[in-house]
Nanobody, 115 residues
Framework: QVQLVESGGGLVQAGGSLRLSCAASGSMFSANAMAWYRQAPGKQREWVAVITTGGTTNYIDSVKGRFTISRDNAKNTVYLQMNSLKPEDTAVYYC?????????WGQGTQVTVSS
């Protein structure tokens, strides 16, 4: 059973930074692409960033140049470094992976950016 546990959220002023972590257990972590999603109040969950097993990354346009996704296969952990945060980045951030055609989500971590 794959388990994903996010951490690192919090309250930050606009222009500040946070680093989110997602620790995976029970998974073939190094063999899976890992992604971050977010869900703002009253909005649908949206994809934010992905990192493949080979380290290729991709981002939603609104975070390009500000967010960086990375992974440490030795620690079974994926990170999301968020810089130059904006109030519109306020959301619950979720980690996601797919293994053997089944999707897994973490419980989420709240990020609040004040103006």
């Amino acid at each position: 059973q794959v388990q994903l546990v996010e951490s690192g959220g919090g309250l930050v002023q606009a222009g500040g930074s946070l680093r989110l972590s997602c620790a995976a257990s029970g998974s073939m972590f190094s063999a899976n692409a890992m992604a971050w999603y977010r869900q703002a109040p009253g909005k649908q969950r949206e994809w934010v960033a992905v990192i493949t097993t080979g380290g290729t990354t991709n981002y939603i346009d609104s975070v390009k140049g500000r967010f960086t996704i990375s992974r440490d296969n030795a620690k079974n952990t994926v990170y999301l470094q968020m810089n130059s945060l904006k109030p519109e980045d306020t959301a619950v951030y979720y980690c996601h992976t797919t293994e053997f055609n089944r999707g897994y989500w973490g419980q989420g971590t709240q990020v609040t950016v004040s103006s």
